[in-house]
């Protein structure tokens, strides 16, 4: 019997079609009324028929069924987050003006409004100050353990015990390592890698499931620690910025009724739309706490993180980060006390070079010119090798836990060899007379490490490896020591550090990219000043800040926000030419050949990040070309059986609302309804008996809050609906809860126009209307993946990409 009605309703299955967020491809039936046939000829029994009346519409859209299109989107809906799979969807940005939030704002008073702005700026304070905390605190860890664990190794290779001194120096790499592996792998894979990519996506419109839970928060802060701690080339400063933005989003969910915290006034923030901005000031709150640059962390969020900007926003960030700064340096003020451990030198500015004379001429010009082409193709080939050693750790980290925390234990044995190994290789360096520091260093970090050297002496490159990364830097950017590293030194150290940095991002630790290219970026701008110094007048210590930009400019492919982040760093205004000049010069060699690392990084990961310009093959498009169908309308009062049949068999996230006769005199647009308010209205079971417009008694009976978005995905699921049989054939009116001003454009526009549209508006839905009368009221719907470069080359492969 079961069998039989397969056999009818197969003969009215439409086209598939995938929605913005639909996980899935799904079946769409036509409307009949085949159940009630089977039921009157006895074909099958009173519960079989119940099981498919659910599963059945009975609607006719024999006058409103849109424009079937035959086409399919068959764009991923799942990406890499982390180190994990996960599904993603967007986010709804967009202010849905429906009757419900018309009267929401007609009754909110002055009060209500000066509170809202007051909690605004409350929560930018106390975003500023968990992340300076959170600074603070990694900054003191990382000294710290990696402090005991070289001076363990400093001590036994004083004693002559080398082979002791190897296995301590391993093993406290690999146990922290695999602690941080730990972490990642079994609590919160999403805290895996730098976590700007994943930032980036979110603040474009992508969610996905626990980028920014507080488990992603905890493993992100101490997975840091241990990963940097483990002598890894990472550095926390990425890790930060991720940490920074689930700091906001914890305080941006709106309360929990879970724990009791439901205050009146947190309810305002249960939107995506303010919980944008509150990520966007805690990922600045986490570059500034991170570079301690409050301007840098602005800029960066501005030119990087954030898809959308405006004037109010650019305040609150600011003052975000100015909190980060006074948090920061009234810590560091109170370490200097000798209260802090081994942490406590440097203020807020990590690598003094002020010191050195900043004057230039013509030379000096062309050596810079030269670093910049140098950092360009470095970073290029930098961001080649990245992609291709992340597509083969993704590979490996599908695999399971057990894998991840392998492959993070065999790169710590590989660095913790090329550390403690490649030092053997230096020869041992005279300690220069008249200076200020003790030489060798003994005890604590410093330019002139001993290491197998004997009294007198200092090993340059052990001054490099066995030191913290923050410390080899700083040592790096040391002026008025031209000659204190050899340039074979800086040649091992350079390609040592190249090489593990690209082998070491992609592991399963929460991982920056910038303190590796810093690193090495700054090792090959020293060489170069070494190779020039007889016709350039430049400290090698300026030579290695300027390496350092090129380095970047080449990789990250930034220029405003990092020229400020370095000069915040290095306390020396005065190479702002340089440092432009350099930047600008490696980026757009750089750009030649291939994008920037976090673009890169985010297509690895499949993560549909909507670009600021439209591609220039967009240009040859019109909006209903790219668009799929068929889709799943509702009428403005619309029987209960019908939606809850569409929310069953699709994944779809808003369905278009047409009015139709007796409500309107021709079929027309009505609006566009989200999933997640129609499970709210199925739940609250404001059902009529007849097909009649009820929206007064809705207005009465639920509050515009009860529709705002729950926080951590908490909202109703259709799990949750307990709906009737005899419910099914009652009507529900869905126009105090229809976005009656959707976004639309006309079938004719140009794709590329649509996307930029789509874009700056941070839309979800974009409606595609028809050019001309007596046709539907509705083409289709324009979602994030119809945009995308698949999606559309699939549909039209003799295009080519690049016109």
């Known amino acids: 019997m079961i069998d039989l009605l397969s056999v009818i309703l197969s003969c009215r299955k439409s086209q598939t079609r995938i929605d913005s967020k639909g996980m899935d491809q799904e079946k769409n039936v036509n409307q009949s009324d085949d159940v009630h046939d089977i039921e009157n000829e006895g074909l099958l029994d009173g519960k079989e028929i119940e099981r498919y009346r659910s599963e059945v519409s009975d609607k006719n859209l024999s006058n409103t069924k849109p424009l079937l299109v035959k086409r399919t989107n068959t764009t991923s809906q799942i990406a890499i987050v982390g180190a994990n799979v996960c599904p993603i969807e967007s986010l709804d940005y967009e202010i849905i003006e429906n009757e419900l939030f018309k009267q929401d704002w007609r009754s909110r008073k002055k009060i209500q409004i000066f509170q809202y702005v007051l909690l605004k700026w409350a929560f930018a304070l106390l975003i500023g100050l968990g992340t300076g905390l959170v600074g603070f605190f990694n900054n003191i860890a990382v000294e710290n353990i990696a402090g005991f664990k070289l001076l363990l190794t400093s001590n036994l290779m004083s004693e002559d015990k080398y082979f002791k001194a190897f296995a301590a120096y391993a093993g406290c790499n690999v146990g922290l390592a695999a602690a941080a592996a730990a972490l990642c792998a079994f609590i919160a894979p999403a805290a895996a890698g730098s976590g700007i990519p994943e930032v980036k996506a979110y603040l474009n419109g992508v969610d996905a499931y626990s980028i920014l839970a507080p488990s992603t928060l905890f493993v992100k802060i101490f997975g840091s620690v241990l990963g940097v701690s483990a002598g890894f080339v990472v550095g926390k400063e990425g890790p930060m910025v991720h940490t920074g933005a689930c700091i906001a989003n914890l305080l941006g969910q709106g309360g929990s009724r879970k724990y009791h915290l439901t205050w009146k006034w947190l309810r305002y923030f249960k939107n995506d739309r303010d919980r944008r901005d509150m990520i966007t000031c805690g990922a600045a709150a986490g570059v500034a706490a991170a570079f301690r640059a409050p301007v840098g962390g602005v800029l960066f969020a501005l030119e990087e993180a954030a898809s959308w900007w405006r004037s109010a926003l650019l305040w609150r960030t600011f003052f975000t980060t100015a909190v980060v700064a006074i948090v920061l340096r009234a810590f560091i003020q109170y370490c200097t006390t000798g209260k802090c451990g081994l942490f406590g030198e440097g203020g807020l500015i990590m690598y003094d070079v002020s010191s050195a004379n900043a ?60 550390s403690f190994g490649l030092p053997w290789i230096a020869k041992c360096i005279p300690c220069p007379t008249e200076l200020s520091v003790s030489c060798p260093t003994v005890g604590k970090s410093g330019n002139y490490k001993s290491f197998q050297c004997p009294s007198g002496y200092y090993n ?301 508006l941070g839309l979800r839905h974009m409606c595609v209307v028809p050019k001309s009368q007596g046709r539907p009221p509705i083409v289709g719907i324009l979602t994030r993946h119809d945009f995308m470069p698949e999606h559309i080359l699939g549909l039209y492969p003799h295009i080519n990409p690049d016109k």
């Not at 390609?495 to 090792?523: E, M, R």
């Not at 739940?683 to 009529?688: H, I, L, R």
């Open 359 to 418: 004057t230039y001429s013509a030379p000096d010009i062309l050596a810079v010119i030269f670093l910049g082409i140098i950092g360009g193709i470095l970073g290029s080939i930098y961001n080649y090798f990245v992609d291709k050693v992340l597509r083969t750790y993704s590979i490996i980290n599908e695999r399971g836990a057990v894998l991840k925390i392998l492959l993070v234990i065999t790169i710590s044995l590989l660095t913790s060899c090329c």
């Open 460 to 760: 340059d490159l052990a001054s490099l490896f066995l030191n913290t990364n923050d410390d080899a830097i700083r040592n790096l950017f040391s002026t008025s020591t031209k000659k204190e590293f050899h340039i074979s030194s800086l040649f091992i150290f350079f390609g040592a550090v190249y090489c593990l940095g690209i082998i070491t991002y992609g592991i399963a630790i929460p991982s920056g990219l910038f303190i590796p290219v810093i690193l090495a970026g700054a090792c090959y701008g020293r060489l170069v000043g070494r190779l020039f110094e007889s016709i350039s007048s430049l400290d090698t210590g300026l030579f290695a800040l300027l390496g350092a930009a090129s380095f970047l400019g080449g990789t990250m492919r930034m220029t405003v926000s990092l020229c400020i982040i370095l000069l915040e760093l290095t306390n020396d205004l005065l190479l702002l030419p340089l440092v432009m000049l350099v930047l600008l010069i490696s980026k757009t060699v750089a750009d030649n050949f291939n994008k920037g690392v976090y673009d890169q990084i985010l297509k690895i990961k499949g993560l549909p990040y909507l670009e600021a310009h439209a591609e220039p093959y967009m240009r040859h498009l019109v909006a209903r070309d790219v668009v799929s169908g068929p889709l799943v309308t509702f009428s403005g009062v619309e029987q209960v059986g019908n939606i809850l049949h569409a929310l069953r068999t699709t994944g779809h996230n808003g369905f278009p609302v047409i009015d139709e006769p007796p409500f309107s005199e021709a079929p027309e647009l009505c609006g566009v309804v989200l999933r997640s308010h129609l499970l709210v209205l199925l739940k609250g079971k404001n059902f009529s008996m007849d097909r009649l417009v009820t929206g007064d008694d809705i207005l009465q009976r639920f509050a515009a809050f009860d529709f705002a978005k729950a926080g951590s995905g908490k909202g109703i699921k259709l799990e949750d609906l307990d709906i009737k049989v005899e419910e099914m054939e009652m009507y529900i009116d869905l126009h105090p809860i229809t976005n009656a001003s959707p976004y639309t454009v006309v079938e004719t526009m140009s794709l590329a126009k649509a996307a930029i549209l789509f874009r700056q």
